[in-house]
């Protein structure tokens, strides 16, 4: 199965910017899917096709996919972005694997 | 406004079964592929199975092959995950979830189940 890896933890500044990654074996060949998970909370599409944002995701939020990384990434980050940060392929009919999830801390 | 509520998780002992149920409203449930998502404690998100619009086809994840169902009720907008002989690694809370070319972007609030004795 496609296995996607994901650093633990990121931490950020407030207003600096936060970059996530997923590594995958020519991940740029492949769509990339974002999602934020708070605690308690179902997750929520930040990112879907490596760089689309669905209607009321901040313009902060941003994506990019090449070679075997994609990349999320916050600019100014704020408060109430912290939480978990996962990323999603849809590889086949079988597999639709997500990565191990980066906690986001703002400092 | 689509609304997923998924229902039936509780505590069950290994070896025993249970039937998660995903109640589906604002969307007409026959035109969309279905998937289950699961999220153990403190853990990160996997992907359980998919079921295609009319039921004739269904994908799980390794790990659940044999032991799980996904399956579907279109006339009564509901969603079905029959899960036997559970396992102490199946605990986790269960997402009901819509696929939409890919990506997942209406998920429902979850509902846990504890396999433990």
């Known amino acids: 199965s496609y296995v996607l890896t994901q650093p633990p933890s990121v931490s950020v500044a407030p207003g600096k910017t936060a970059r996530i990654t997923c590594g995958g074996n020519?991940?740029?060949?492949?769509?990339v899917h974002w999602y934020q998970q708070k605690p308690g909370q179902a997750p929520v599409l930040v990112i879907y096709y490596d760089s689309d944002r669905p209607s009321g995701i901040p313009e902060r939020f941003s994506g990019s996919n090449s070679g075997n990384t994609a990349t999320l990434t916050i600019s100014r980050v704020e408060a109430g972005d912290e939480a978990d940060y996962y990323c999603q392929v849809w590889d086949s009919s079988s597999d639709h694997p997500f990565g191990g999830g980066t906690k986001l801390t703002v400092l | 406004e689509v609304q997923l509520v998924e229902s039936g998780g509780g505590l069950v002992q290994p070896g025993g079964s249970l039937r998660l149920s995903c109640a589906a409203s604002g969307f007409t449930l026959r035109t969309y592929w279905m998937s289950w998502v699961r999220q153990a404690p403190g853990k990160g998100l996997e992907w359980v199975a998919n079921i295609k619009q009319d039921g004739s086809e269904k994908y799980y994840v390794d790990s659940v092959k044999g032991r799980f169902t996904i399956s579907r009720d279109n006339a009564k907008n509901s969603l079905y995950l029959q899960m036997n002989s559970l396992r102490a690694e199946d605990t986790a809370v269960y997402y009901c979830a819509r696929p939409e070319a890919g990506y997942f972007f209406f998920w429902g609030q979850g509902t846990l189940v504890t396999v433990s004795s």
């Open positions: 020519n991940i740029g060949g492949k769509s």
